[in-house]
């Protein structure tokens, strides 16, 4: 079984910084896809930004050349810094899991459906 835990949310003006971490925990020897997405009050959920096991990103066109995912795969540790926040980035960022790569490129991978396993979720409010 593998576990995220999300952490690094808060509250901060448009213009500012934030870095979301999310630890995995258990069993991550074939997991090949991680990401982050997000969810506004009344919206559906999108996808913010993908990374593979070899490091290739993928990002969602509105947070391109403003939000970075990383990781460290010795620690099992996903990161999301997030610059020049805007208000509409307000949301709850939820990090993921899956274990086929390709789901990190997939046309539909903004919908999250192909990941399996799913953090909590650390609220991100933006302020203007």
């Known amino acids: 079984q593998v576990q995220l835990v999300e952490s690094g949310g808060g509250s901060v003006q448009a213009g500012g910084s934030l870095k979301l971490s999310c630890v995995v925990f258990?069993?991550?020897?074939?997991?090949?896809?991680v990401g982050w997405f997000r969810q506004a009050p009344g919206k559906e959920r999108e996808g913010v930004a993908t990374?593979?096991?070899?490091?290739?990103?993928n990002y969602a066109d509105s947070v391109k050349g403003r939000f970075t995912v990383s990781q460290d795969n010795a620690k099992n540790v996903l990161y999301l810094q997030m610059n020049s926040l805007k208000p509409e980035d307000t949301a709850m960022y939820y990090c993921?899991?899956?274990?086929?790569?390709?789901?990190?490129?997939?046309?539909?991978?903004?919908?999250?459906?192909?990941?399996?396993?799913w953090g909590k979720g650390a609220p991100v409010t933006i302020s203007s």
């Open positions: 990374i593979d096991e070899d490091g290739r990103t």
């Open positions: 258990g069993y991550t020897d074939n997991i090949d896809c």
């Open positions: 993921a899991a899956t274990y086929l790569r390709s789901t990190c490129f997939s046309g539909s991978w903004s919908k999250g459906s192909g990941m399996r396993y």
